[in-house]
């Protein structure tokens, strides 16, 4: 049986330069197709290759895999791209998510672009997830990114959505595509990053009013967490339409190729759950809560993760927001409950009800005082719950914003970009955000 898979030796390239693509396979010759993910997937590029063979690799070491040039044209628009790659030339769009033959690419600007919205990858949970070579971030404490997978061409831990069964959850495809794919057929510009990238400091500083993440964000490094808050200091937006957003703090090697978590510290007995009380393990709210940067924190939501939950939306507080300008809602009516809008993850603030039952957050979980929460859904009890030391009060995803510098707005819930396409009213808030703060 003739095989293909591989990798990039890095998950993003500037426009004009090279890219470095790592190839095994038993085919004489392969071929590699580029398409540009978008409102519809666009072919990019062409180009073939002498195979070569190579063996799998570990979870924890760079697969070393034959290695091929490729110079990405000037005129690619920065976007994510998907290398396709067959033993023989395909005719028309194969599917572009699947757990092989498939290598994500970020292309990113090579100058400064004038656009105002930098939508950001996130590369280092789609790496946390992958389990190529056997293991993941949830079974040990380092991984190589030169491996195949981080977001498509890879296996993925964790169970089906019931509700979008058609790819994993920490891929591309689930969160991601759906909401690059309605911002482009909503003509709304963006420059595309990954979170590799501001770790290392690029492109926060060339001009852009926005940053936007959606879906799952889980693992941030501190240097990309103080970079980020160094631009919302600094007057920069931030719309995060996700949740479970900086939970845990990730180590990252000075060459960019290796991720490591300390979620199982030195002494802890094999199988110890990475939440219990024993050791202290790498979660932001710890020490530096996620709270202060974002507004919520993954410690006050929590996850439903098997099957279906609850129908539930945001039960809004306040329609004469701003952000609910055009959706026809009212004070007390439900957002997104059709489409259980609440899950499979969500995040939340620590607050209490004040004396007309409007809730407020109480500040001591590093919520700021002055977010104001937009919309509350109070979790039923067959929800998870993250953290060993919750803070007190009822558990509820709450939607808000914020100003600490430029403006912060969160969407508290890891499916906002699945509604996006059958819920006006979901579209509508998230057009009069990218708007407003863009």
Known sequence: ???????????????????????????????????????????????????????????????????????????????????????????????????????????????????????KIPTFTYQAYNTAGGGSLYSAAQVTTRRPGGGVGGPVKGLPDAYDPSSPRQTFAHWDA???????RNRIEADYCTDLDLHEELFLRDGYRLLVAAGHDEYWSTALRRHVTAFRDAGGHIANFGANTCWWRVGVTPDGTGLSCDKFPPGAPAGTDPDSSYGCPD??????????????????????????????????????????????????????????????????????????????????????????ILGIAELPPDWNFAAREPMPGPRAATLGVFTAGGTVFTAATTDWARLLATDPQVAAVTRNVITRLS
């Open 1 to 119: 049986m003739t095989t293909v898979n591989g990798y990039a030796a890095r998950p993003s390239v500037r426009a004009g330069e090279v890219v470095r693509l790592h190839i095994a396979t038993t085919a004489p010759r392969f071929h590699v197709d580029f398409y540009r993910w978008g409102a519809e997937p666009q072919h990019a590029g062409h180009v073939e290759w002498p195979g070569r063979a190579a063996s799998p690799g570990n979870f924890d070491a760079d697969w070393q895999w034959p290695a091929y040039e490729f110079l990405v044209p000037p005129e690619w628009r920065s976007g994510v791209y998907i290398a396709v790659l067959s033993t023989e030339r395909g005719s028309g769009i194969p599917p572009l998510d699947a757990r092989e033959a498939r290598i994500l690419l970020v292309v990113t600007p090579s100058a400064p672009s004038g656009r105002r919205i930098l939508y």
């Open 178 to 184: 759906p909401f690059i794919a309605w911002m482009e």
């Open 283 to 372: 979660h932001w709210w710890e020490s530096a809560p996620e709270n202060t940067l974002l507004g919520v924190s993954y410690r006050n939501g929590g996850g439903h993760w098997d099957g279906t939950r609850a129908s539930q939306g945001f039960v809004v507080t306040d329609a004469g927001h701003w952000a609910f300008a055009g959706t026809e809602l009212r004070t007390g009516d439900s957002l997104g409950q059709g489409g259980a809008l609440i899950g499979y993850e969500c995040d939340g603030a620590a607050f209490e009800y004040d004396a007309v039952g409007r809730p407020r957050p109480t500040g001591q979980d590093g919520t700021p005082k002055d977010f104001e």
